[in-house]
């Protein structure tokens, strides 16, 4: 079995049906020729088309300790192929978006 640090952002592919999963080996999302990693927390990722160019973007909270925030990576790739542009702070009145944990 091949492990995946919970630090690192992977993309797996669900290659069974929902009733019976099973993957295929997770790849490493890279910004570049770099993972998408952080030294410690949390990660929580979601995909949605951000900023409507049609091409699906990754959504990172990322949690340590009692706070967490939220990054964003535009896709400036394909939905087959992407390619993730360095990380953005979500913010709500010019603020960084700051999340309470737990
Ligand atoms: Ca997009």
């Given at each position: 079995m091949q492990k995946i640090s919970c630090a690192a952002m992977a993309a797996c592919a669900?290659?069974?049906?929902?009733?019976?999963p099973s993957f295929k080996t997770g790849v490493k999302l890279n910004v570049g020729d770099k993972p998408?990693?952080?030294?410690v927390g949390h990660l929580v990722p979601a995909v949605a088309d951000w900023n409507g160019d049609g091409k699906k973007d990754l959504i990172v909270g990322h949690f340590m300790g009692k706070d967490g925030n939220v990054k964003l990576f535009i896709n400036?790739?394909?939905?087959?192929a992407p390619v993730f542009e360095k990380e953005q702070s979500l913010m709500a009145d010019n603020k960084p978006i700051r999340l309470d944990a737990g």
């Amino acid at each position: 079995m091949q492990k995946i640090s919970c630090a690192a952002m992977a993309a797996c592919a669900l290659v069974a049906s929902a009733a019976e999963p099973s993957f295929k080996t997770g790849v490493k999302l890279n910004v570049g020729d770099k993972p998408i990693a952080y030294e410690v927390g949390h990660l929580v990722p979601a995909v949605a088309d951000w900023n409507g160019d049609g091409k699906k973007d990754l959504i990172v909270g990322h949690f340590m300790g009692k706070d967490g925030n939220v990054k964003l990576f535009i896709n400036s790739g394909t939905d087959a192929a992407p390619v993730f542009e360095k990380e953005q702070s979500l913010m709500a009145d010019n603020k960084p978006i700051r999340l309470d944990a737990g």
